[in-house]
């Protein structure tokens, strides 16, 4: 199992610019979550979908939106990039329940400019 | 808001034990305490999870205390791969429960 892939790992926004950051898991796994992480911070999760076809905001969702299509992709996208966005971003996944343990991606860092 | 307060840094000697507290003081009947960690640059790690007995596996084990009001995470015998961020998480009881809340955590350096 690749676990939890994102692509791409670094990317430059311009202002105003828009782009999709992608997510998929290969663990058959239900939830699925993306958090951002600002330099010596902790994460801070923006949206998480509980299955295909729903998705809630969580404590940062200004500025950003989802779709869950499939139980395997979550992508999150940008529409106006905002020099605030400057972050990595992480996906997360887990199968479910009470104990469910997340499983993250590598990251995808943000630049906006 | 995060409902842990760990300490902001550590330093540990390797091969010797690293032993990290966790105070969280209002956690619920139902919560768990969770420790994740996070190399330098990469996505946050799982490490172990426990409710209020005390739990080991290949990594660490974890101490909760009998009130529950706050955990030791242990490496038994850190090496240079441990340095990390730690993170202490207490997993909130909303309804859908999803939300991860991780703070700042604890920076441990392991030091030859």
């Known amino acids: 199992n690749a676990g939890v892939t994102q692509t791409p790992k670094f990317r430059i926004l311009k202002i105003g610019q828009s782009m999709t950051l992608q997510c998929t898991q290969d663990?058959?796994?239900?939830?699925m979550y993306w958090y951002r992480q600002d330099p010596g911070m902790g994460l801070k999760l923006i949206y998480y979908s509980v299955g295909a076809g729903i998705t809630d905001k969580g404590e940062v969702p200004n500025g950003y939106n989802v779709s869950r299509s499939t139980t395997e992709d979550f992508p999150l996208r940008l529409e106006l990039a905002a020099p605030s966005q400057t972050s990595v971003y992480f996906c997360?996944?887990?199968?479910?329940?009470?104990?469910?343990?997340?499983?993250f991606g590598p990251g995808t860092r943000l630049l906006v400019l | 808001d995060a409902k842990t307060t760990q300490p902001p840094s550590m330093d540990c000697a390797e091969g010797r034990a690293a032993n990290l507290p966790c105070n969280h003081s209002?956690?619920?009947?139902?919560?768990?305490v969770y420790w994740y960690r996070q190399i330098h640059s990469q996505g946050p790690q799982y490490i172990i999870h426990g409710l209020k007995n005390n739990e080991t596996n290949e990594m660490a084990s974890l101490i909760i205390t009998e009130d529950r009001k706050s955990s030791t995470l242990i490496l038994p015998h850190a090496t240079l791969r441990d340095t990390a961020v730690y993170y202490c998480i207490v997993r909130p009881r909303d309804n859908y429960g999803q939300n991860f809340v991780f703070g700042p955590g604890t920076r441990l350096s392991v030091l030859p």
């Open positions: 997360a996944s887990s199968y479910g329940g009470l104990r469910e343990t997340q499983y």
């Open positions: 209002t956690i619920s009947g139902n919560e768990y």
């Open positions: 663990m058959n796994h239900n939830y």
